[in-house]
DNA sequence: TTGTAGGCGTTATCAG
DNA sequence: CTGATAACGCCTACAA
């Protein structure tokens, strides 16, 4: 096995030419006026096939002082947005030239060290699904000269972009809903990515519509199927059972369909639910699945938002804000 | 924003010592007997924390020829036993100090894109799930140095080490089971991380078991869960609807079974199910769904198979095979 | 115990 | 049009 990898040096003795002159036919990034004869092109590049050159990233990113790289941090896998989320920032970053790597972090302690290696230059720009940053981190991230961009309805970006959705509102729309249909006894869940704000607009929808906050209608830990549908199963068996579960995620809210139809009740006349990210699967859900989502499915514009501050780090920290809306299908 | 970040040389100048006296503290690599005098130690740790040094990564790669990192490439999210194998791979680097970052294919396009980065140097070493790779482009990598480990069951890993499941087996075990309990009509579902080995084995355990081959009861596409199942609900409707269905993935024979109830029938008595992958929401449906999976769910091996050749590139190419079993619940 | 200096592979400036 | 050559930031053999 030969690990020996040709380098400049091997091209421009091998097509008898500096090394100056081989970086040059390779990345033309000579200024303006410079060029180079056809006949040292050919040359150039037939040592170039010839010995299968590629060129070292690595040394070229210690060169140019950037990694022409950008890094998503998700929290998780598995969750169904993600997946269309990256696509979309790749596809962008791709008409820049730009590589995309993700990092997973999930715990605290995962974060702090996805921190670390972005301090050491892991890549150029970051974009960050919801996790448990500190802001400071983040300004540090920043302060160093790397784009940073968060998604996030709380944190306070300290010299940091940040994308928010207006999550929070439609929310609210969603629940209040419920209560202007008449039903009275509306369970949250709480658990997966917006704990926060879906309890906050639960809150507020319940008082304005002077409905009584009952506890035990606040289930924590659902932001899984399993979970979501024993809960969901518990709460049939109460005596004064709920009426309409606001789930807050679609797949908590699949396995509440799920478990409400194995108990033998009705959606959404026995009970109603509303979800929330608007995957597809809850398009085929029986009945299917009321929900509260981004108007729009294209992550484009947060890449391009983050493309923009590393083309021009200096501007004033920015807010991108995203609607989302309530999807009324069958199940309530 | 202040974008000069401090190197090693800044450090030295503020610690009133040399560069190489900082790097030596930073790094004890000093060769067994170099040692550092406890009040330089002090001043230099002084420095780098009051100048916020963090070692720039790109130039110590440059120089040590190697990234410290390793890749972890996926077709595609969404996958739910990804996040697991990718938890514990992470588990096992951080162990010998490796970063792991993650890369997302899906396209054949996309699998060149990350072929590149990798030649560039992305990484130290790669772990492919079952993409479309040709082992050329594979043994290319491996020829420059770059450890490569693929799970597949098809790829003949031409100087790569290879993971490989006994799959195959369960899956026609599978099939036999559902044979031998009398069912006769036993649909396929292509599509998905299985694809190749599911078939094979389908037609391998009709054959031993005298069932005919019937064209229309090998479904295409069935690797996600609106396609499986809209393609139940077709299936139920033919006048010699199948009495069985090998999904080969779970969240296929997850939405087989929602499909098949919704269409009023029982589970297993008019159709039987058999997914794979052995998912924990299989746990969950009902009935709990008989499936196909690995026998350890513990993905450390893969990672330790990685590091093994990192450590010793010389070896020989390895093949490590993981068992895989057939796991009866209730819906088979 | 600490410092000097060369080089990892590229890019870019500046002469030729 | 092409070639030396000096960085980029870090590591390390060797010298002091």
Redesign the pocket.
């Known amino acids: 096995m030969d690990t020996?990898?040709?380098?400049?040096?091997?091209?421009?003795r091998y097509a008898?030419?500096?090394?100056?002159?081989?970086?040059?036919?390779?990345?033309g990034?000579?200024?303006a006026?410079?060029?180079?004869?056809?006949?040292?092109?050919q040359k150039v590049l037939q040592a170039v096939s010839e010995l299968g050159?590629?060129?070292?990233?690595?040394?070229?990113h210690?060169?140019?002082?950037r990694t022409e790289r950008i890094c998503v941090v998700l929290p998780r896998l598995g969750v169904p947005y993600y997946e269309a989320f990256c696509q979309d920032i790749e596809a962008v970053a791709e008409r820049y030239q730009y590589t995309v790597i993700l990092s997973l972090t999930g715990t605290r302690e995962k974060e702090r060290k996805v921190l670390g290696a972005l301090q050491h230059r892991l890549a150029d720009g970051v974009i960050a699904l919801h996790g448990d940053w500190e802001s400071e981190e983040l300004a540090q991230l920043s302060a160093m000269g790397i784009a940073v961009v968060v998604l996030d309805n709380y944190i306070q970006g300290k010299n940091v972009d940040v994308v928010r959705t207006t999550e929070e509102d439609a929310f609210y729309e969603a629940v209040s809903y419920l209560a202007t249909k008449g039903y009275r006894k509306i369970v949250c869940f709480l658990g997966g990515d917006t704990r926060g704000t879906r309890y906050a607009a639960y809150q507020r929808a319940l008082r304005d519509h002077n409905l009584p906050l009952d506890e035990r209608f606040v289930v924590e830990g659902c932001g899984d199927r399993q979970i979501a549908y024993q809960e969901t199963l518990k709460l049939l068996k109460l005596k004064d059972r709920p009426d309409a579960i606001f789930a807050g995620s679609d797949v908590a809210a699949i396995s509440a369909i799920w478990a409400i139809r194995d108990g033998g009740l009705r959606i959404p006349d026995d009970i109603a639910i509303i979800g929330a990210g608007n995957i597809a699967e809850g398009e085929i859900t029986v009945p299917p699945l009321t929900t509260v989502g981004p108007v729009s499915l294209d992550f484009s514009d947060v890449a391009e938002f983050l493309f923009d501050r590393l083309r021009n780090p200096d501007q004033q920290e920015r807010v991108l804000l995203r609607q989302w809306k309530l999807i009324l299908r069958g199940s309530a």
Do not use: F, M, W
């Open positions: 020996t990898v040709p380098t400049l040096k091997d091209v421009a008898g030419v500096s090394i100056a002159t081989v970086s040059y036919v390779l990345n990034r000579r200024q006026n410079k060029t180079i004869s056809e006949a040292t092109r050159y590629t060129p070292n990233h690595v040394a070229r210690l060169r140019r002082q």
